[in-house]
């Protein structure tokens, strides 16, 4: 069909076509044909999910849609999984700015997929989103250093997130005990697989204000708890509560 054609047809057609089509595709083959079909195919804008794509695609997502595009994005997914080093590249890409927000000015939510160590570079740059979504890549076993930064950055830090999904498969990420406690009164919701229960507790006293808590408590230890579960530290505002576990000594029915 025609470009001259296919502009012309009913939003509700368009709109059809581009569900077979990814986002990509459809910013790059109708993003600059009419102000109609701009309108038409805003949803594709705002909702950013580039993990599909090869590094050649890449580059000309990041040159040429990309500028005409930014100022729209609301939600961003970026990708090792499809496109191996994905996130690193559009860090470095934007390694001039101290933040996503500085670049993406109404970003509210990010999705990193397959998050790996090379990947830390990025986590100072997330001030100012509300939300943000982690899975870490289950074949390349973070460092010691690098869960540091990441309970460093998503909840020992001034940014004011409102959800948070941490899904670490190595066993869960240990906590910083040792630390000043900082508290978000913003974190709504978390998603989140912890080493041990005093973990847990942790972020109860670091985000008072949870209404929806999805935990999985790695395994059970025999160390002396760093936390304690009482009345004080559990959210007052908790409504959506679900917690499991592999290891049937790391909670027992007494402690929940």
Known sequence: MAVSKFEHLPDEIILAVCLYLRPF????GFGQLNWRLTRTISQFRRDSDIHHLTLTQYQRWYSYLLPSTSKHITKFVLSNW???GQIHLFNQSTKYYTSLRDFLPNLIQLRLIDFSND???ILPKLAMIDKILIDIDALRPLLYSTKLLLDRYLFCSSFPFKEVRLWVGDNGIR???NTDLIINPHLEQ???IVAHIDDLILLFKRSPNLIKLYAEINSFTADEPKQY???E???KKLTDFHIQTNDQKALTFDDL
């Open 25 to 28: 595709e459809v910013i790059d």
């Open 229 to 231: 579960a009482t009345a």
């Open 82 to 84: 499809n496109a191996p």
């Open 190 to 192: 978390l998603t989140i």
């Open 233 to 235: 530290v559990m959210p």
């Open 119 to 121: 990947d830390v570079d």
């Open 175 to 177: 906590l910083q005990h």
